[in-house]
């Protein structure tokens, strides 16, 4: 595994990332899903460039089986994505719940 310093770049893309925890609203978060979801899926020219160039994006909040189809369609890709709160889905792709608490069912990466 490689390591790399941290660059101005990669500082923007962790604090939009972390917007999305702090957003005030359901649709706020949502908006910046849709914005994840896009970059993830259908990067731009200049997306792409930056990853080649070592920028690592992190994605927060994403479903699971999204992670499994980034991993699969885009594995070449990898080493520049970071996946944290990864939410667990059930078989028909819907987020699971705690029973107790009501809350999305997220992976815990210890982090």
Request: glycine share 6%; net charge negative; with cysteine.
């Amino acid at each position: 595994m490689k390591h790399r310093n941290l660059t101005l770049s990669t500082l923007g893309a962790l604090s939009v990332s972390l917007l999305s925890a702090t957003l005030s609203s359901p649709a706020d978060a949502a908006d910046v899903s849709a914005i994840e979801l896009r970059r993830l899926f259908e990067p731009t020219p200049a997306e792409l460039r930056q990853e080649q160039a070592g920028r690592v994006y992190i994605y927060e909040d994403l479903r699971d089986i999204d992670v499994e189809r980034a991993m699969d369609q885009d594995f070449d890709r990898v080493e520049n994505m970071m996946f944290i709160r990864t939410r667990k889905t059930d078989g028909t792709g819907k987020i699971e719940r705690d029973q107790d608490t009501g809350e999305d069912i997220v992976e815990d990466d210890g982090c």
